[in-house]
């Protein structure tokens, strides 16, 4: 579990190297803010993260004013790229390196659960309170220091229990995506989630507040949680959590590995979670996460991966030809193949370890033209003389350009040729 110390109070050189642009953002906005005679703070993930001295990544600030306006000065300031949301009074400048995210302080109240709130501007105390966790309701004014943290909820206290905590009972059912949030909190820092947020969890979970939500805003929850650093274990808390079959009931983490050899990215992830289901669950899963195309192709492919694997499962070294291999891999998703390779039997992993790292870019040495030359006649025949090239190559049947004119010939001569 990560720790609160004194040190990472005291010491606001905790966040390395990246400190020197953050100090340099946070004294422009500054600046900005007292030019305007505006309040600024620093909110949020970078405080939670500074006080556990983890470096931040992005800098969340909140303006007690037209923090869309602050936003253009700072990109101006830093020749950044600005993007405004004037709806909800919010703008994002990616300048040096850095996103920093700026909003208007904001009350927020919902009129339906799992719908977007209502926004009415307001002060530093009423954006905290609208806030998910205590350990992100944190704020530090954007020129002072850890010992002028505002911390109304006592997101320090929690910090230092290692305790994911709600600010109010209503949270998970006006905002359904924090349960999941709640679960990739506690898992990327090791805490364990509050007793009484747990059973707030558990009866919003019962009631249904889930399927409150739309598919865009659980996909982009879910894709934050595939990006942690341990995907896997972020899935299993979702698992005991109950959280993941409320998000469609074939879901589970039972078979996702205890540690993955490698990184992967977020749609191997994506692969890895569709991998037990049927065909017909997987389109239901696509669906209630309105999936764009490269979800849905790999949810689909890894369904079918999992089906053939029997047969790239003979221990045996030869049993399995690289054509055959190859016969059954192309065109499948490379994500979904890297989802196999951590899920299927030791055999077909390795055969797909040997598709994806060698033979899947393994082209016959001849082209269309040669072929052509040799005497395959123009038309499909060339395409099949090509792929027959390419299966002789893979098994090692050819091993030189000469081999393969000999085998086009032949081919030329007899395309029914079953050797070929
Ligand atoms: N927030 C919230 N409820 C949500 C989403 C966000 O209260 N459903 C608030 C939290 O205070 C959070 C802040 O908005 O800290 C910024 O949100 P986000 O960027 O999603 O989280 P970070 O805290 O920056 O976390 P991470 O480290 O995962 O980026």
Same mark, same amino acid.
């Given at each position: ?6 040190? +990472? ?11 020197? %642009? ?41 303006? %007690? ?19 405004? +949301? ?6 994002? /400048?990616?300048?040096?390196? /850095? ?19 209502? /926004? ?21 004014? %954007?020129?002072? +220091? ?101 998000? +469609? ?20 992830? $994506? ?16 669906? *209630? ?7 849905? *192709? $790999?949810?689909?492919? #890894?369904?079918? =991966? ?12 030869? #049993?399995?030809?690289?054509?055959? =291999? ?35 870019? %393994? ?7 040669? /072929?052509?030359?040799?005497? $395959?006649?123009?038309?499909?025949? $060339? ?7 390419? *299966? ?8 030189? *350009? ?19």
């Amino acid at each position: 579990m990560l720790t609160i110390t004194e040190e +990472h109070i005291t010491d606001s050189d905790s966040n390395g190297e990246s400190s020197d %642009v953050y100090r340099l953002v946070l004294g422009v906005v500054d600046r900005l803010a007292n030019e305007e005679a505006l309040e600024a703070y620093l909110v949020g993930g970078p405080v939670r993260d500074r006080l556990l001295g983890i470096p931040a990544t992005d800098l969340d600030i909140t303006v %007690v004013g037209d923090a869309p306006r602050m936003a253009e000065r700072l990109a101006s300031q830093f020749g950044g790229r600005l993007t405004v +949301h004037h709806r909800f009074g919010t703008a994002t /400048v990616d300048a040096a390196g /850095v996103t920093i995210d700026l909003v208007t302080a904001r009350r927020e109240t919902y009129r339906s659960a799992g719908a977007l709130p209502d /926004v009415q501007p307001g002060d530093i105390e009423d954006d905290l309170a609208r806030r998910d966790f205590t350990i992100n309701a944190m704020a530090i004014p %954007v020129a002072g +220091h850890e010992s002028d943290l505002v911390d109304l909820h006592g997101g320090k206290r929690d910090l230092a229990a290692g305790l994911v905590r709600v600010l109010h009972e209503l949270s998970f059912r006006d905002d359904p995506t924090r349960m999941l949030r709640a679960v990739r909190y506690a898992a990327r820092f090791e805490f364990d989630i509050e007793p009484e947020t747990a059973d707030l969890m558990a009866s919003a979970l019962a009631s249904g507040a889930m399927s409150t939500l739309t598919g865009d805003r659980l996909r982009h929850e879910l894709a934050r949680i595939l990006q942690e650093p341990d995907p896997a274990a972020t899935l299993r808390r979702a698992d005991e959590a109950g959280v993941l079959r409320a998000i +469609h009931p074939s879901l589970s983490a039972a078979h996702l590995p205890a540690t993955s050899a490698m990184p992967h990215g977020p749609l191997t992830w $994506v692969a890895a979670l569709a991998w037990p289901l049927s065909a017909a669950e997987a389109g239901s899963l696509t669906a *209630r996460l309105n999936a764009p195309s490269d979800w849905e *192709r $790999v949810i689909s492919d #890894a369904v079918r =991966v999992r089906r053939l694997s029997p047969q790239l499962s003979d221990p045996r070294t030869d #049993a399995v030809r690289p054509s055959e =291999v190859c016969g059954l891999l192309d065109g499948l998703a490379p994500d979904a193949l890297r989802a196999a390779m951590m899920l299927a039997p030791t055999p077909a992993a390795n055969r797909i370890d040997r598709y994806l790292g060698e033979w899947w870019t %393994v082209a016959p040495r001849l082209r269309g033209d040669d /072929v052509l030359a040799l005497g $395959v006649p123009a038309g499909p025949a $060339v395409g099949e003389a090509l792929r027959a090239l390419r *299966r002789a190559r893979l098994d090692g049947v050819t091993r030189s *350009r000469a081999d393969e004119e000999e085998m086009a010939r032949q081919w030329a001569e007899q395309p029914n040729n079953t050797a070929c």
